[in-house]
Protein backbone atom coordinates (compact mmCIF):
# COMPACT_ATOMS: atom_id res chain seq x y z
CA UNK A 1 0.00 0.00 0.00
CA UNK A 2 1.43 3.51 -1.37
CA UNK A 3 2.57 5.77 2.06
CA UNK A 4 0.84 9.20 2.13
CA UNK A 5 2.33 12.28 1.68
CA UNK A 6 2.29 15.10 4.21
CA UNK A 7 1.24 18.85 3.22
CA UNK A 8 5.10 19.79 3.85
CA UNK A 9 5.66 17.11 0.91
CA UNK A 10 3.26 17.94 -1.70
CA UNK A 11 4.44 21.59 -1.33
CA UNK A 12 8.04 20.72 -1.85
CA UNK A 13 7.87 22.54 -5.41
CA UNK A 14 7.47 25.83 -3.80
CA UNK A 15 11.21 27.03 -3.64
CA UNK A 16 12.12 27.75 -0.18
CA UNK A 17 12.41 31.33 1.44
CA UNK A 18 15.95 32.28 3.07
CA UNK A 19 17.14 35.06 4.72
CA UNK A 20 16.19 37.23 7.40
CA UNK A 21 12.55 37.95 6.80
CA UNK A 22 12.39 41.58 9.16
CA UNK A 23 15.60 42.75 6.61
CA UNK A 24 13.58 41.92 3.05
CA UNK A 25 10.74 43.68 4.78
CA UNK A 26 12.50 46.52 5.58
CA UNK A 27 14.21 46.66 1.99
CA UNK A 28 10.90 46.14 -0.14
CA UNK A 29 9.49 49.16 2.15
CA UNK A 30 12.80 51.47 1.33
CA UNK A 31 12.60 50.02 -2.24
CA UNK A 32 8.78 51.51 -2.51
CA UNK A 33 8.98 54.79 -0.55
CA UNK A 34 11.90 55.45 -2.90
CA UNK A 35 9.64 54.67 -5.83
CA UNK A 36 6.98 56.95 -4.08
CA UNK A 37 9.32 59.73 -3.69
CA UNK A 38 10.63 59.18 -7.34
CA UNK A 39 7.51 59.64 -8.91
CA UNK A 40 6.30 62.11 -6.92
CA UNK A 41 9.30 64.43 -7.88
CA UNK A 42 9.30 63.63 -11.41
CA UNK A 43 5.07 64.54 -11.67
CA UNK A 44 4.67 68.08 -13.42
CA UNK A 45 1.52 69.01 -14.73
CA UNK A 46 1.76 70.00 -18.21
CA UNK A 47 1.22 73.85 -19.06
CA UNK A 48 -1.67 75.60 -20.10
CA UNK A 49 -0.76 76.10 -23.96
CA UNK A 50 -0.20 72.08 -24.31
CA UNK A 51 -4.13 72.05 -23.22
CA UNK A 52 -4.90 74.94 -25.67
CA UNK A 53 -3.01 73.22 -28.28
CA UNK A 54 -4.57 69.71 -27.59
CA UNK A 55 -7.90 70.70 -27.61
CA UNK A 56 -7.56 73.52 -30.68
CA UNK A 57 -5.91 70.56 -32.90
CA UNK A 58 -9.22 68.46 -32.23
CA UNK A 59 -11.53 71.07 -32.63
CA UNK A 60 -9.76 72.58 -35.82
CA UNK A 61 -9.89 68.72 -37.27
CA UNK A 62 -13.74 68.38 -36.54
CA UNK A 63 -14.46 72.05 -38.17
CA UNK A 64 -12.01 70.84 -41.08
CA UNK A 65 -14.67 67.79 -41.56
CA UNK A 66 -18.13 70.02 -40.87
CA UNK A 67 -16.62 72.13 -43.35
CA UNK A 68 -16.39 70.11 -46.21
CA UNK A 69 -19.24 68.62 -45.91
CA UNK A 70 -21.58 71.25 -45.26
CA UNK A 71 -19.37 72.98 -48.59
CA UNK A 72 -19.46 70.06 -50.42
CA UNK A 73 -23.86 69.66 -49.84
CA UNK A 74 -23.55 73.22 -51.08
CA UNK A 75 -21.12 72.10 -53.75
CA UNK A 76 -18.52 74.81 -53.19
CA UNK A 77 -14.84 72.68 -53.22
CA UNK A 78 -12.72 73.97 -49.87
CA UNK A 79 -11.21 73.65 -47.19
CA UNK A 80 -8.42 72.73 -49.57
CA UNK A 81 -9.87 72.79 -53.62
CA UNK A 82 -9.27 70.06 -55.76
CA UNK A 83 -8.17 67.04 -53.17
CA UNK A 84 -11.79 66.02 -52.67
CA UNK A 85 -12.51 63.51 -50.36
CA UNK A 86 -8.89 63.76 -48.96
CA UNK A 87 -10.55 66.85 -46.80
CA UNK A 88 -11.97 64.11 -44.75
CA UNK A 89 -8.46 62.51 -44.11
CA UNK A 90 -7.21 65.67 -43.47
CA UNK A 91 -9.65 66.94 -40.53
CA UNK A 92 -9.09 62.92 -39.05
CA UNK A 93 -5.45 63.72 -39.06
CA UNK A 94 -5.27 67.23 -37.40
CA UNK A 95 -7.43 65.60 -34.83
CA UNK A 96 -5.76 62.77 -34.40
CA UNK A 97 -2.94 64.63 -33.55
CA UNK A 98 -4.91 66.21 -30.73
CA UNK A 99 -5.82 62.84 -29.81
CA UNK A 100 -2.86 61.83 -29.48
CA UNK A 101 -1.59 64.44 -27.07
CA UNK A 102 -4.08 63.64 -24.60
CA UNK A 103 -1.48 60.28 -23.63
CA UNK A 104 0.69 63.15 -22.41
CA UNK A 105 -1.65 65.35 -20.61
CA UNK A 106 -1.06 65.31 -16.77
CA UNK A 107 -3.17 67.04 -14.41
Known amino acids: MPEKKSAADKDSSAPEKIGNPARRAEATAARDRRR ?5 KDFKPVPTWYKV ?8 GLLWIVTF ?10 PIPG ?9 FGIALVGFIMMMGWRD
Do not use: S
Not at 36 to 40: D, N, V
Not at 69 to 78: K, L, R, T
Not at 83 to 89: A, E, S, V
Open 83 to 91: IGNWNILVG
Open 36 to 40: KEATA
Open 69 to 78: YVANMVGVDV
Open 53 to 60: LMFGLMIV
